[in-house]
Each structure stands twice: as C-alpha cells, then as structure tokens.
C-alpha cells in the first residue's frame, strides 16, 4: 500500500492499530475502551506469558466405569428372573420391558413404551414384545439345618453372598417360616444356601425367589468423588467415584479399576460429599449415616482357592486386619465359578501355616480347588462402614494394671480404645507421684497400652491407678451429627451441625442451619456440644454454606449472606470467632480455594479474589475478582449456581459453572479460567456436546499424569488440556463409548478506532500465526465494523498461504478489507482445523470526512 512522507490538509491520513500478544478478554466495557492485547471474547484459548493465544488442548476420557461390560459401578436392580412373551403376563405382577416389538405396553400399565420401564401388568398383552419379570420360582429343600434354594443355572450372575426375597413357602412342609429376606451363600450356579435359621421338612418346589442383582450394563450415577492417594505409596493416587450401590476406585497412574465396597444392603440416591482425612476416606450424606474407609488398596499377585479357603498373595503389604470387610476385583481366569471377585470378610491373615502375614490373607469361598488368574490388574480394597452413631457412652474408668515413668515417659497398662492425641484424666493417683484432676495427652497407644510424657520422677510399677478419658460437660459428647460435608482443619474435622443422633442409624434435624462442631483432637468420633460448637448469625436469614482452613489456626466459615473466622481452633475451649464481614457471602461451598494469601470464591457478585491480611480488609463493596467478565458472570444460572465448582492449577482457576439457564437441573457446561500469571480472565471452555457437563474437578497425579481431572455424575472421568489433536475425546451417555468432539474455538479482538472518533476506511489487516508442532492449521477470518455497521468474511488463513499451515510453521498473511467504513473494526478467528496460534494482529485505516463541512 502506498505511503506518504507529508499528507495534505484534506488527504486521508493512513494509520495502524496493532495488539502484538494477548493477555486475557473482558466483555463489560464497550470492545472500543480496551486496552492492547485486550480481547472481547475468548473461547477454548489459552494466553502463554508470551503473549499468544492458542486453541487450548483437548479434554481426555481417562474412565468410563458406567459403561456396559466394565465391571465396576453397579445399581440394585431387579435383572433376575425370565422372559415372559406378551400374551402371557399375569395381571397384578411387575415386569421389566425388554423389547418392545409391536406390543403397546402403555395399554397394560407402562408408563411409555421403552426399554427398561418398569410397570405392574394390568393384563396379558398381545403382540412379539417381551418382558422380564422381576421373580423366579425356585425349590426350597431343608438339609441339616441349611435351606437349599436350587435352579438349573439361575444363579450365574450371583456374588458370592447377599440377600434374597422368598415368598410362596409352604410353612406347612418347612419351618421356621424362611418367608422374607434372607441371606445366603452361594454354592454353585445352581444352587444357593440360607443358613440363618435350623430349617427342617420337605421340598417345596414353587417358592418365589427375588433378587436384585449388581449388573455392569444398569444405568447408574456418580453422586460423588474425590481424590485419595496411599500415604504409604507415594507414587499411589486414585480418583474414588460413589454410586448407587458401591464405590470404584481409579488408579490414575496405570489407568485401571477397582470395586470398593458399602456395608450390606446399603445403596447411595442422593449427592454425597467425599474427603480424604487422618489417612481415611470419608462419604457425608447429609442426615443419613457417614461412611468411612481406612482406605487399603493392594494389588493381587497371587490367588487360589483350596479346602473352601481362597487365600490371596499381595505385591506388598496389605495393611488389612483380620474381620475386615474386603472388595476384590479384576481376578479373571477359565474358572471362575464360584467367583473370587466380590466382597467378602477376612477370616484369617498370612498363609494357612500363620506364614507372611504381612503379604497374605485369607476368606471363605465354597468350591472347588483352583488357582485364579492375574493378569488384569487385580486389586483388593478394604470397603466403607458406618461411623458410629446413637447415644454416646461416657468413657468408663481406665483402672491400670501396672504403672511405670522411665526419663519422663509414664507407660499405664490398661486395655483401652485410646489413640495418640486423645486426653485423659488422672482421677486415682495411687503411688503415681502424680496428682489427682491433672489431664494428660496421649503420646502412643496400643490396645494394651498407653503412654504420655510428664515432668515427674521415676516410678516403678503401680497398680492402683485409674486414669478416665477426657468426659464432655453440660450437654455431652455426640458421635459424628450425618453432616452434609465437612473439612479438616488443625488434626480435627469441622462440619455443619444440623442433626442429632437419638438412636443408631436415626438422625433428626436440629432445624438450625447456622451451626458447625469440630471433632476432638485426633478423634472424627467425639465431638463435645459444650466447647466445639459455634453458632453464626443466630436469630437472621443466613446459613452454613463452607468451611476453608486458612493459615495460622484459623478456619473461615462462609455462610451465605456473611464470613466469619473462628481462631485458635488447637484449645476449642478457648477459641474465638469473629465476623469478617455481613456484606457479601458465599453461593457455591466448592468454588473456595485459596492461593497464597488469597480466598477465591462464588458470590451473588461474581468471583471475589481478596486478601485476608492482618486487618481483614474483605468488604462487599470491593470490586469482585470476576468484574472484567461481568456479562458472563450474569449468564450464571442462579437456580443452579450451588453446583459450581473450582480447583486451582498451572497459575490458573479453573472455575465450572451452569451457563444460559434457568433450570434448578441445569450442570456445570462451562468452565471459566483466570490466569495468574497474565492477571486476567483467559477464556470461556466448552465442550460442542450440550450432554457434556462437569460435576467436580480434582487436581491430582504425578508427573505426565498431573492435571485437572473432571468428573460428571453420567460416569466420564476425563482430564483437561491433555490431547494435541484439536478434538475432545468425551463420554456424554452411560454405556455410549467416547467419541471425538471438534474443539470450536474463537478470539474476537478489541475494536480498532486508531485512537480517534473519525469514521475510517479499513483497509488491510495482517495476522502472524504459527501451527503447533503436531497438527496443521486454518481458521476463517470474519470482521465487523460500528458506525456504520456491517459484517463479512475475509476468507480463511488457507486462502492467503496456498493451503493449511503445516506442522510447526509460521507466516504472516496480509490481506485486503475493500475500504469498508466505519468508525471501528475488529476481528473474529474461528479455528476450522487444529490449534492455530495468533501471535499478532494489525489492521490499517485511512481517517475519512475530516472536513468541517456536513458529513453525508
């Protein structure tokens, strides 16, 4: 294009705008206000501290464990049973659709005629559809003392154990009445024990027999997950999913599953929060009964089955005690009927001469001999129980049977259920040398044995000292309240405190939603109503909605309309608690993280970003982290932003959220991302599949394997800003396979003006751009100017390099705009192939209509 040394009074004068590196976007002000480098959208990019912006890397599945034929999460599900042809359904029973045929099985009360509905017959049908019904008929048969439940090969999908129905006994030929649930054992594929009673009599050979049976191809749900890794194996971290009817476990490192197990009969409906504490794995359901986990995870290097005895060979130790309750998982072999694979409780550690205790251990299983087969990763993991729960019981006196203090450590002799950290109190000082009322801490502890330290003389052994475990005062000591979530902080675990446990299994809401209690010291079973219970904002419109542990003993406590801060958590005796402030509170417990010295988290202002420094400066007047992206923030679904979630990784917050709805079931389609490193909103990430959405995000791994990993509730575990190929390999129905999704990135610059309100002739723009170094590239170029407005095409980036941009390559394309007028212009690139990088971008305009004379 032609240049000018001098310009006359009247020529048009040709000038430049330019953005040579991209540092974030901001969609509140006018695309005209920004500053260079400033874009106004950003879709699917990310900004390097060098300034490019390039189509992020794709989203990864890592595990599908819903998906048919994976054995790992199941449903109780009524699959037993036969398939019954339409014509022949019996009024009054409850069947399962399996094919439909040409039958209307709306007009025999199912609600739609679809595979998998479940309807109560209202007549016989006509027509080739099918139906299971949801019940066998079985022969019951006393012998010694045992009931034999027998079918010709109608217990191939069995587990080894669990709990029937029976119904139709004939009580006239076998008693004790066996009508009912039942447990049993199973014997082979045809046939099942009950032995919870001495049954005696003859066969009844028309017993209804139902069972719902755990079935890789159910639909199921993830209501929860989190990250765990083996304190003890360093390299160990897993993502443990919780389903309906058990837990899985995700071995990120080597990509494999495992089946963890619940307590008998227990399944989970509802969402469920999950944590990693004192080296356990915690389920809190909210006014159900918590689940913990000592969390042992093994792999299986050896396993046979002899004398009805399987006894397993693990690569290391197993860390697991005899009366644990166990899931194995992934033995295969020709063999495996009956199967290894399942839950079941160790009867005995080491090898049956008592040898490797450490490496073996050993369970009941009727069948015949045979050595299983490991070669798909097989894993045994200890499975969930429930916390303790109804009416506390006080400690009872520790009455020793020996007494000693060597150099400052006392040692009492004394069976008890002490841990390390737990406090006690000398109510009996005998020939201690100590002196009555004086509390002590818990140093070490055995089930024979504890020892505490004490500034006091030697002392040879005594026998006629007590000690009494730390007693609650005024309202009592409770057991773990079925909180909703809780979080560790200071060698305690905090929660809200919302139900009382009057008995066993039985919660009742307090109806008090500003509340939280802390455990004792060391304790997640103790927690003291008198010393460790906070009430927030008593009496007003607010409630519990987080908890974070910040640094210097202070845990920060989010209601939502309000924060408050309790210090000193170490004595809770004498702890404290302020307000910080009633200005502004929190909407989404999952979206605070704190970095540095900066607490990040969702209000109903948006993102705040804020300090807490010695003078708590958080105000909720203060501008909100999110303010340069406000007209995306207003998009937040507000029925459903309590379902945000957030992690911070690579200098970045990844923040998932409800985007464009109103709908209370809406899930998390977008993932907001602010860059420390650039100080600004980096992009908006989607996934082109509207079933694809994110119910949590972990930071986990180690080395390649580090990143965020995204979970939804459909069963995808998959990790973001993995693939190089410019596609998102994604699950977005249970039991589909993943499938490729092209990422749909875009950048809409800054509005060009030339830093003046003339109207202008656009004429030509320049692009630098690279390829990555594995994927060829393109995009199409679009621009829009203001003033007067108008849009077009300015061709794709293949139309001005003869092609696609190779691997690794970089140009810089010039090309034409046509004189379009207006007052300002900017650009959109929208990537069609690969993951282009825009490394600079400059338009040039000549200024127009600089005359004084009307403009026309």
Request: aromatic residues 10%; glycine residues 6%; contains cysteine.
């Given at each position: 294009m032609s240049r000018y040394a001098t310009y006359g009074t009247l020529d048009d004068r040709v000038g430049q705008n330019a953005d040579v590196g991209f540092a974030g976007f901001n969609n509140r002000l006018r695309p005209d206000q920004l500053k260079a480098g400033v874009l106004t959208d950003a879709q699917n990019l990310r900004m390097d501290r060098n300034g490019s912006a390039q189509v992020r890397k794709g989203v990864d599945i890592v595990q599908a464990p819903l998906a048919v034929g994976v054995s790992a999460l199941t449903l109780p599900f009524t699959l037993i049973g036969a398939d019954i042809n339409a014509?022949?359904?019996?009024?009054?029973?409850?069947?399962?659709?399996?094919?439909?045929?040409?039958?209307?099985?709306?007009?025999?009360?199912?609600?739609?005629n679809t595979v998998g509905v479940v309807f109560t017959a209202t007549g016989a049908g006509s027509g080739t559809g099918v139906a299971t019904v949801a019940e066998i008929i079985v022969t019951a048969t006393p012998d010694s003392g045992t009931l034999d439940i027998t079918s010709t090969d109608a217990f191939t999908n069995f587990p080894s154990s669990g709990t029937i129905n029976l119904s139709d006994v004939d009580t006239s030929v076998i008693s004790p009445d066996p009508n009912g649930d039942r447990a049993f054992t199973k014997v082979s594929a045809s046939e099942i024990q009950v032995s919870d009673q001495s049954y005696s009599g003859s066969a009844d050979t028309s017993v209804t027999l139902k069972f719902g049976i755990l079935a890789d191809g159910s639909v199921n749900n993830i209501y929860g997950s989190m990250d765990f890794s083996d304190p003890s194996a360093a390299s160990s971290q897993y993502i443990v999913v919780a389903s309906n009817g058990k837990a899985v476990g995700i071995d990120i490192a080597n990509n494999f599953t495992f089946?963890?197990?619940?307590?008998?009969?227990?399944?989970?409906?509802?969402?469920?929060?999950?944590?990693?504490?004192?080296?356990?794995?915690?389920?809190?359901?909210?006014?159900?009964?918590?689940?913990?986990?000592?969390?042992?995870?093994?792999?299986?290097?050896?396993?046979?089955?002899?004398?009805?005895?399987?006894?397993?060979?693990?690569s290391a130790s197993h860390n697991?005690?005899?009366?644990d309750k166990i899931t194995i998982s992934n033995l295969t072999g020709s063999d495996l009927d009956p199967t290894p694979n399942g839950s079941f409780t160790i009867s005995g550690l080491g090898a049956a001469d008592g040898s490797d205790t450490a490496t073996k251990f050993r369970f009941a299983l009727t069948g015949g001999d045979t050595t299983f087969t490991v070669t798909s990763n097989p894993v045994v993991a200890s499975d969930f129980t429930k916390v303790a729960s109804g009416a506390y019981t006080q400690p009872e006196k520790l009455a020793a049977t020996g007494f000693t203090i060597t150099n400052g450590q006392a040692t009492v002799t004394v069976s008890n259920t002490l841990t390390a950290g737990d406090k006690v109190i000398l109510t009996v000082a005998g020939g201690s040398t100590l002196t009555q009322g004086d509390t002590f801490i818990v140093s070490e502890a055995t089930s024979s044995a504890f020892k505490f330290f004490t500034n006091t003389t030697d002392v040879t052994n005594q026998t006629?000292?007590?000690?009494?475990?730390?007693?609650?005062?005024?309202?009592?000591?409770?057991?773990?309240?079925a909180p909703p979530f809780a979080v560790y902080h200071q060698r305690r675990l905090f929660m809200p405190f919302q139900f009382t446990t009057p008995s066993a299994d039985t919660f009742e809401s307090r109806n008090i939603l500003d509340e939280v209690i802390g455990s004792e010291f060391l304790d997640t079973d103790t927690y003291d109503q008198f010393s460790?219970?906070?009430?927030?904002?008593?009496?007003?419109?607010?409630?519990?909605?987080?908890?974070?542990?910040?640094?210097?003993?202070?845990?920060?406590?989010?209601?939502?309309?309000?924060?408050?801060?309790?210090?000193?958590?170490?004595?809770?005796?004498?702890?404290?608690?302020?307000?910080?402030t009633d200005e502004v509170g929190c909407v989404a417990r999952k979206t605070i993280k704190q970095v540095g010295n900066q607490v990040i988290f969702l209000s109903d202002n948006g993102v705040y970003g804020t300090q807490f420094l010695d003078e708590y400066n958080l105000r909720g007047t203060e501008t909100p982290l999110s303010e340069p992206i406000d007209a995306t923030i207003k998009r937040i679904n507000k029925n459903a932003q309590s379902k945000a979630v957030s992690v911070y990784f690579d200098n970045r917050y990844f923040i998932a959220v409800p985007l464009d709805s109103s709908d209370s079931s809406a899930e998390n389609n977008a993932v907001l991302i602010y860059n420390f490193l650039n100080?600004?909103?980096?992009?908006?990430?989607?996934?082109?599949?509207?079933?694809?959405h994110i119910s949590n995000l972990l930071v986990l791994g180690d080395g390649d394997k580090r990143g965020v990993y995204a979970i939804n509730n459909i069963g995808g575990v998959h990790r973001l800003d993995v693939r190089d190929d410019g596609v998102d390999q994604v699950v977005t129905q249970i039991g589909q396979s993943d499938s490729p999704v092209k990422i749909n990135a875009s950048l809409t610059t800054r509005q060009y003006?030339?830093?003046?309100?003339?109207?202008?002739?656009?004429?030509?723009?320049?692009?630098?751009?690279?390829?990555?170094?594995?994927?060829?590239?393109?995009?199409?170029?679009?621009?829009?100017?203001?003033n007067p407005d108008s849009t077009g095409n300015l061709g794709n980036l293949s139309d001005f390099n003869d092609g696609v941009l190779l691997e690794g390559e970089d140009v810089s394309i010039r090309g034409r705009i046509g004189n379009q007028r207006g007052y300002g212009i900017q650009f959109t690139l929208n990537n069609t192939t690969g993951r282009p990088i825009i490394r600079a971008i400059e338009v040039q305009g000549a200024t127009t209509m600089r005359s004084t004379d009307k403009a026309i």
């Open positions: 014509g022949s359904f019996v009024a009054s029973k409850e069947y399962t659709i399996k094919t439909v045929g040409n039958t209307d099985f709306t007009a025999i009360g199912a609600a739609s089946d963890i197990g619940y307590p008998s009969l227990l399944t989970i409906s509802e969402n469920v929060e999950m944590i990693q504490a004192f080296n356990k794995a915690f389920i809190f359901r909210g006014g159900s009964i918590t689940l913990e986990n000592n969390l042992r995870i093994s792999t299986i290097s050896a396993a046979a089955l002899e004398s009805n005895v399987v006894t397993v060979t693990t697991l005690l005899s009366g006629n000292v007590v000690f009494t475990r730390k007693v609650s005062v005024s309202l009592g000591f409770v057991h773990m309240p460790s219970q906070f009430r927030f904002n008593a009496g007003t419109s607010d409630f519990v909605i987080g908890l974070h542990s910040f640094a210097e003993d202070r845990l920060l406590v989010f209601n939502r309309n309000s924060i408050h801060v309790i210090e000193g958590t170490t004595d809770l005796e004498t702890c404290s608690t302020n307000v910080l100080k600004q909103w980096e992009s908006i990430d989607t996934v082109g599949d509207d079933n694809y003006t030339l830093e003046n309100l003339d109207r202008k002739r656009w004429k030509e723009f320049d692009i630098h751009t690279q390829s990555s170094s594995t994927n060829s590239s393109d995009f199409s170029i679009n621009f829009e100017t203001e």
